[in-house]
C-alpha cells in the first residue's frame, strides 16, 4: 500500500480506507521499518481520525531525503511497517550516535530523578489526567468535536474588550463558538468546576470546560459545562466498539 509523505508536520497520509475496514484504529500506533529489527528501531506513533499517522519526528530527523510517497504494510493491529529501501540503506549506514543522539537536557544537567510521566494522547485518558489548565486545552483540542463548542482564540484582554469595551472583571480563558448558533461565548478553563466559583461569576462566562464536574453548587457554575473526562469516556467507548 501507499502513503503520501508530509515532512513539514512529521507525518504521512495513510488513506480513509484502512480505517473503514477496520485494519487500523484511531489511536496509538508501531512503526517499524522493513529490513531493520525492532528493537533496532521502531517508533510509537498516532493514527488521527483524518488518515494521516503523526508523531515521526524522529523517523523525519534522522532520514531528511524520505520520497514523497513510500509503501507500507500493517502487519498486525495498529502496527505499520514503511518499506523504504533508501530509509533502510541510509539507516544501516549511521552511526549508533546519530541514531540516538546525546544532547544534553536541563534535567540531564540538573541532574534531576528518572522517573516515568505517562504522555499524553487521546485515546490513553483512563491512565493519563491533567496536572494543569494548559493540559485541558490538549484534551479540548482533540475532543471539541463531540462537543457543541469550537475552539476559536484565547482570550486576552485585548479580544476581550474588542468584544465588550466595559469588561473589568476577571480576564476568562478563551473564546469558544457555538457550533448551532454561530456565536462568540466566553470560556473557562478548570481541572475542577469547584475551582470555578473562587474567582468568576456565572453571569461573566458561558461555557465552563474542566475535567472533573465536582461542584456540589451547580447553580454557581455558567449554564454550560463540558466535563471532559466524561466526554473521553464516551469517546474511548464508541472507538473501542468500532462504532466510529
Known amino acids: 500500500m501507499d502513503a503520501t509523505v508530509y515532512p513539514y508536520i512529521n507525518s504521512i497520509n495513510i488513506g ?18 522493513s529490513g531493520i529489527p525492532e528493537e533496532t528501531f521502531s517508533l510509537d506513533a498516532n493514527v488521527n481520525r483524518n488518515a494521516t499517522i503523526s508523531g515521526l519526528v524522529k ?5 531528511q531525503d ?10 498486525s493491529k495498529n502496527h505499520i511497517t514503511i518499506k523504504a529501501p533508501q530509509i533502510v540503506d541510509s539507516f544501516r549506514n549511521k552511526s549508533q550516535q546519530e541514531i540516538l543522539p546525546g544532547a544534553e537536557t536541563v534535567l540531564d544537567n540538573k541532574q534531576a530523578n ?13 491512565t493519563w489526567t491533567p ?7 490538549m484534551i479540548f483540542g482533540d475532543l471539541q468535536d ?24 476577571t480576564k476568562p480563558d478563551a473564546i469558544l463558538i457555538d457550533r448551532i448558533s454561530g456565536n462568540y461565548l466566553i470560556a473557562e478553563f478548570k481541572l475542577q ?3 470555578f466559583i473562587a474567582n468568576h461569576n456565572r453571569d461573566d462566562i458561558d461555557v465552563l470546560i474542566c475535567w472533573d464536574d465536582d461542584a456540589q453548587d451547580k447553580f454557581s457554575l455558567p449554564r454550560n459545562v463540558v466535563c471532559l473526562k ?15
Open 230 to 244: 466524561d466526554v473521553a469516556a464516551n469517546a474511548a467507548i464508541e472507538v473501542l466498539e468500532g462504532r466510529r
Open 114 to 126: 528518572h522517573i516515568y510521566i505517562e504522555p499524553y494522547r487521546p485515546l490513553n485518558l483512563k
Open 59 to 63: 523517523l523525519f530527523r534522522l532520514f
Open 131 to 137: 496536572e494543569t489548565e494548559t493540559d485541558l486545552y
Open 16 to 33: 480513509q480506507g484502512l480505517l473503514k475496514n477496520g485494519e487500523l484504529e484511531v489511536g496509538p500506533c508501531k512503526i517499524t521499518l
Open 146 to 169: 463531540l462537543t457543541q463548542f469550537e475552539y476559536c482564540c484565547g482570550a486576552s484582554i485585548d479580544v476581550v474588550r474588542r468584544l465588550i469595551p466595559s469588561w473589568i472583571t
Open 66 to 75: 524520505i520520497p514523497s510517497a513510500i509503501q507500507f504494510n500493517v502487519t
Open 193 to 195: 468546576s469547584s475551582m
